[in-house]
């Protein structure tokens, strides 16, 4: 504190560095993970109402086919495609460049705030498209919630990340993919419900719907604690001991909350003499900097999470998801899509859990290598045999199981094991920005995949469908090269470990034999008998490195 010394006591022993795991905190950061229900359902959602009679009949002008209609008055009666991919792409684009300023608003007034503000903004877009009757509405509506949404995607890991303990920080941000899939099964429920109604309220209670999960998580988060590496950024020392106590479920004089904020203090100092203060511009800047042969590099690490969030969306789930039920009532065969699509979402919902133990137990590469590889074999299973055997009966059953068995290796792998990479792989000067720019490349190649994809497989336009196939497993092969040759292996590490295991591997192939032989705390400053002074780190605050000190005082003993 200002004017005196604050004495944190220090470990340097690396496995004494974290605070036991209770169950108030673990479920502290649970909640946290509810965010993710956004994401889905708001996903999810579209995708049973742009198959939705009414909704076509009132976007377009189309009667609805009759009875005994013909499929080719069937196959009419559709949204055009400029239409499904305008309604469907607009949400990632304004959740695109929500995700980008997140990060700034996120370093600034804090973790919490920026995704209670997410909430509040998410709100106004879900009233504008509660309200539409025509399509200029809609989509003004759906650009707005796109900007909460991209508020609260980025956020929500950045935040989880930073106050889940590292035994089971997999498991908790695993949690934020289960809870998108739990958005997908509702509003594929909600739809299904809705499905034949005859009035606006098809689509419009699906979208009202939403208005809980912002008032769910905005008042929640209120209660909830500020990231306690957020407040050492801003060098405030006192106020992170606290927030640590809360999320970690022990007295703020616990030999173990000392030493957590003693290694977070020390691994600031160090990380910030290496990125030292600068301008706004400057602080972008910092996330390209260094050299792209340096695996350890800042600009390594945020071209790692860019690309990483570009990956996951190349696997094609999100073609299932947005369009799976316009393309299984494309293909012809399937009496009812919507169940289908119901299907598809509730394996999605059952597979994701799974990933809460292997994660911990085998590490993220297995998970991200093995995941792509079942998944490319799939997509080509599905692509071959629709090809072979079109408008068959059986070939599109086991068309369907294959790709549920590819969303099972999705949901299992690649859905959670991307989100809880991007938030390990930053070091605390550009973490906000890193998880933001990495959040922001998930959504714009959602939105890319959501512009071209009805182009592809729309009957009225490249009607690919189930060559569609082909591209996805490409596309999964190329996501198999990429997590065996570039994901580094964080399992069991606190966030400053992974820090250090990344400068000293040299590779990620070698990265999961990396065992943490010392602590920050003891190189940059501990004293003969445990203890670490910090009194400029305080004085300073902002992430300000003090003259010649580097922000931690050096002393004989205490």
């Not at 309200?131 to 890991?157: E, K, M």
Request: aromatic letters at 12%; a neutral charge; one cysteine or more.
């Amino acid at each position: 504190m200002p004017g005196g010394a604050t004495v944190l006591a220090a470990a340097t022993n690396p496995d004494r560095v974290e605070a036991p795991v209770t169950v108030k905190a673990y479920l502290l950061c649970v909640f946290a993970s509810f965010g993710g229900i956004f994401f889905g359902y708001d996903s999810g959602y579209m995708n049973g109402v742009l198959g939705m009679n009414f909704f076509i009949n009132l976007f377009t002008g189309l009667p609805i086919p009759p009875a005994g209609a013909s499929q080719a008055q069937k196959d009419a009666f559709t949204l055009p495609a400029w239409q499904k991919s305008l309604i469907t792409s607009i949400l990632s684009a304004g959740t695109f460049f929500g995700a980008i300023i997140a990060g700034d608003l996120a370093d600034y007034f804090g973790r919490r705030i920026t995704i209670i503000s997410g909430c509040a903004i998410f709100i106004v877009g879900c009233v504008l498209q509660t309200a539409s009757h025509g399509l200029g509405l809609l989509v003004a509506g759906r650009i707005v919630s796109g900007f909460g949404v991209g508020f609260i995607s980025a956020i929500i890991i950045l935040y989880m990340s930073e106050i889940a303990p590292r035994k089971v920080r997999g498991a908790i941000v695993s949690g934020y993919q289960f809870c998108i899939t739990i958005g997908l099964l509702l509003a594929s429920c909600v739809c299904y419900a809705t499905q034949n109604r005859t009035d606006t309220g098809s689509y419009r209670i699906p979208i009202a719907i939403q208005f809980a999960w912002a008032l769910i998580l905005g008042i929640g988060l209120f209660l909830l604690p500020e990231s306690p590496r957020w407040y050492v950024k801003h060098g405030k020392i006192d106020q992170a001991t606290h927030a640590l106590s809360r999320v970690r479920g022990q007295p703020q004089d616990s030999t173990y909350i000392q030493e957590e904020i003693a290694e977070i203090v020390a691994n600031h100092e160090y990380e910030t003499e290496l990125i030292p203060s600068q301008s706004w511009l400057g602080s972008w800047l910092a996330c390209f900097s260094g050299s792209f042969s340096n695996p350890q590099s800042n600009v390594r690490r945020t071209v790692l999470g860019i690309t990483l969030q570009m990956m996951q969306q190349w696997t094609g789930v999100n073609f299932i998801f947005y369009f799976g039920t316009t393309f299984f009532n494309d293909l012809g065969t399937i009496s009812n899509p919507f169940l289908i699509s119901l299907i598809t979402t509730l394996v999605n919902v059952c597979s994701t859990p799974i990933s809460f133990w292997t994660i911990e137990r085998f590490g993220r590469r297995p998970l991200l290598i093995y995941g792509a590889l079942g998944m490319f074999i799939c997509e080509f299973i599905v692509g071959i045999i629709g090809v072979a055997k079109p408008d068959n009966d059986t070939v599109t059953k086991v068309q369907i199981a294959f790709i549920c068995i590819y969303i099972f290796f999705f949901a299992s792998t690649w859905g959670p094991g991307a989100w809880v990479v991007i938030g390990e792989i930053f070091p605390i000067p550009i973490r906000a920005r890193g998880v933001g720019l990495s959040t922001s490349s998930n959504w714009f190649w959602n939105c890319i995949i959501s512009v071209i994809t009805p182009y592809m497989v729309g009957t009225d336009q490249g009607n690919l469908g189930s060559r569609v196939f082909f591209i996805w497993g490409s596309t999964c092969v190329i996501c198999f090269l990429y997590a065996y040759f570039l994901i580094w292996e964080t399992k069991g590490l606190t966030l400053e470990q992974v820090d250090r295991m990344m400068e000293e591997c040299g590779s990620p192939r070698k990265s999961a034999g990396w065992q943490p032989h010392s602590t920050f705390a003891a190189e940059m400053g501990l004293t003969g008998d445990g203890k670490l002074p910090v009194t400029t780190h305080e004085k300073v605050g902002h992430g300000e490195v003090a003259p010649g000190a580097g922000g931690v005082t050096h002393s004989e003993a205490v």
